[in-house]
């Protein structure tokens, strides 16, 4: 089993720390799949895991989901909930719909965090928004668990979500395509 390999040890050349050939260390090039394609059958399996941190610490939801579902299991690296948690927020906080669902389910759970079904349905919410249709029932799951007060905090939360999203969105509207802002 892996343990947690820092990206700090990714001093090797692209195939060594399991990123095709044809990619060279032009992280951006590289899709995630192809970064943190892991499973204990990996080839260089510590490299698959640095490859895969590198991508996640620079930005990529799809690799931060998958980090965070390697530390979820605990198959791959050793089952860390902490690090689990970290890396499946900072993908749903770029919209990934399954990290905000598996972050949802830690919630109404409370596996390696404090049960929280506000924050739950919030999250289950979020991830049915995104797209990730298994959530839907969840929601309405955990929706039947609620007090009216925390119904009605996560009601007011989610309408303050929207709005301001709404607000953006007629920002970028109203930037003209030539702007430098685009």
């Not at 095709?20 to 990996?42: D, M, V, W």
């Not at 991508?55 to 299991?73: F, K, V």
């Not at 499946?88 to 399954?98: A, M, P, T, V, Y």
Request: charged share 15%; aromatic share 10%; proline share 4%.
């Amino acid at each position: 089993m892996v343990t947690n390999i820092g990206v700090a040890h990714a001093e090797h050349n692209s195939s060594q720390i399991g990123i095709p050939e044809k990619y060279g260390f032009n992280q951006l090039l590289i899709p995630a799949s192809e970064r943190c394609h892991i499973n204990p059958e990996t080839e260089n399996l510590p490299a698959a895991v640095v490859a895969c941190e590198l991508a996640a610490s620079n930005g990529d939801p799809e690799a931060q989901y998958l980090l965070g579902h390697l530390y979820y299991q605990g198959v791959v690296v050793d089952l860390d909930l902490e690090q689990a948690k970290y890396w499946f927020e900072l993908s749903s906080l770029q919209g990934h719909s399954k990290a905000q669902y598996q972050l949802a389910f830690m919630y109404y759970r409370g596996i390696g965090i404090n049960q929280d079904y506000t924050q739950a349905y919030i999250m289950m919410k979020m991830a049915a928004v995104n797209g990730y249709n298994e959530a839907i029932n969840v929601s309405d799951e955990i929706n039947s668990k609620l007090s009216q007060e925390q119904r009605a905090l996560a009601f007011y939360t989610l309408s303050r979500i929207f709005q301001m999203y709404a607000s953006q969105l007629e920002t970028e509207e109203s930037i003209p395509a030539n702007s430098p802002l685009q």
